[in-house]
């Protein structure tokens, strides 16, 4: 396979600080190269998020699993409705929430890990 390569992408052009995947741990078993406990993460002006997950890769294939009760907001807005989803047949994790100033207004923002065969990216919107 490969040398892992690591994509960062802001197709919508939120205004960032800094996005990415670090601190991964990589192995590589019986036809599996594998990330484990990979800090997935967006840092802001306004508001910061990150989560920890793991994925596999296969030379066809990708996995990506989220690493439970790591989600994490930190913002000067209000985060109502968070949650993590498991989207493209498993191959992506999507942490998304809405963000809403002193009450006001109620923008959805979302942070994914997206995986294939070889390689994974961070997209935030």
Do not use: K
């Amino acid at each position: 396979m490969p040398d892992h390569v690591v994509e960062v992408v802001d197709p919508a052009g939120v205004s960032t600080m800094a996005h990415g995947i670090d601190n991964c741990r990589f192995g590589y078993s019986a036809g599996v190269r594998y990330a484990d406990n990979c800090h997935v993460y967006y840092h802001g002006i306004t508001w910061s998020n990150s989560f920890y997950a793991n994925y596999q890769q296969w030379s066809t294939s990708s996995a990506a699993q989220y690493i439970g009760g790591t989600a994490q907001v930190v913002s000067v807005l209000g985060v109502p409705n968070e949650q993590v989803l498991s989207r493209n047949n498993g191959r992506e994790i999507r942490h998304s929430f809405n963000l809403s100033g002193g009450g006001w207004g109620n923008t959805p923002f979302w942070l994914d890990l997206r995986t294939t065969p070889t390689n994974a990216s961070a997209y935030i919107s």
